[in-house]
């Protein structure tokens, strides 16, 4: 697959856009989100975005590790600063989502179901996910770390490296049965969007991406079990609220849950 270009991308963005982004690409680095977490903050207004080709230590949610070969998929982070603690802050990674949502059926003509709290779904497998982090600096109370992770086309077996990633993934690929959309074009589509939502974000919180969540609501109605902090627990998944929490229906009544890992036990 043909490298990221830098120039490339920055053509693909809007002309108010362009000046507000610093924009950089490595061949490799140990994670983009660490990248950003580690590097000074972008200033109010403006987004740090960091791509890599591989990720030599790339994570997921609770340190689960992200499979990133190089140049089969999609690594980026944003950094962006908040001028004070957003509301429905834990709520971001699914408005996260669905804009990711939004520029994979622009660009890739997919439709993909949105997993709470943090998976894009095609298939019944994962496509790709979001990670949230955030870190307090004396410039703002809340600065955020926003990475983004799509699998393109991995290797498959007898490609000459191993198949690390686990069962129950699937790449961009085979969903359009190679019929693969720019890498270029799908970048320049999720800095533009991912702009829009940063600097609403603040003021609007998750309510206006909820009925668009709601839509593609991987989990809603099914059997499910949640493991957080409490342990693990099996209920029904009713619905994600306008707050960005998960209401389960579990033997001992309603629950809402703010975050932790879900699975599906009884597919419809």
């Not at 085979?174 to 609403?200: Q, W, Y």
């Not at 209401?247 to 849950?257: F, I, K, N, Q």
């Amino acid at each position: 697959m043909r490298p990221l270009s830098r120039e490339e991308i920055l053509d693909g963005l809007g002309v108010s856009t362009r000046p507000r982004v610093s924009l950089e690409i490595y061949k490799e680095v140990a994670s983009t989100n660490q990248h950003l977490l580690d590097a000074p903050d972008s200033g109010p207004g403006n987004l740090s975005i960091c791509l890599a080709e591989s990720q030599s230590a790339g994570r997921g949610r609770r340190g689960k590790v992200w499979y990133s070969p190089p140049c089969a998929g999609l690594y980026l982070s944003a950094g962006w600063q908040f001028h004070q603690i957003p509301p429905d802050l834990t709520a971001l990674t699914l408005a996260v989502g669905v804009i990711a949502r939004r520029v994979i059926q622009a660009e890739a003509d997919l439709h993909v179901k949105l997993k709470w709290p943090n998976d894009l779904i095609w298939g019944g497998r994962k496509l790709g996910g979001v990670l949230v982090e955030v870190k307090k600096t004396q410039d703002s109370p809340c600065y955020v770390v926003v990475g983004i992770g799509l699998n393109v086309a991995l290797p498959k077996p007898g490609s000459g490296e191993s198949p690390k990633w686990r069962t129950g993934a699937v790449d961009l690929y085979e969903a359009v049965a190679g019929n693969l959309p720019s890498r270029v074009a799908l970048v320049s589509a999720l800095i533009e969007a991912l702009l829009k939502l940063l600097e609403n974000y603040g003021d609007t919180g998750f309510l206006p991406y909820h009925g668009e969540f709601m839509e593609a609501d991987f989990l809603r109605g099914q059997v499910v079990e949640l493991e957080d902090s409490k342990g693990s627990v099996f209920g029904k998944a009713v619905r994600v609220e306008s707050d960005g929490f998960l209401l389960l229906e579990t033997a001992r009544g309603m629950r809402r849950v703010s975050t932790g890992d879900v699975s599906v036990k009884s597919p419809l």
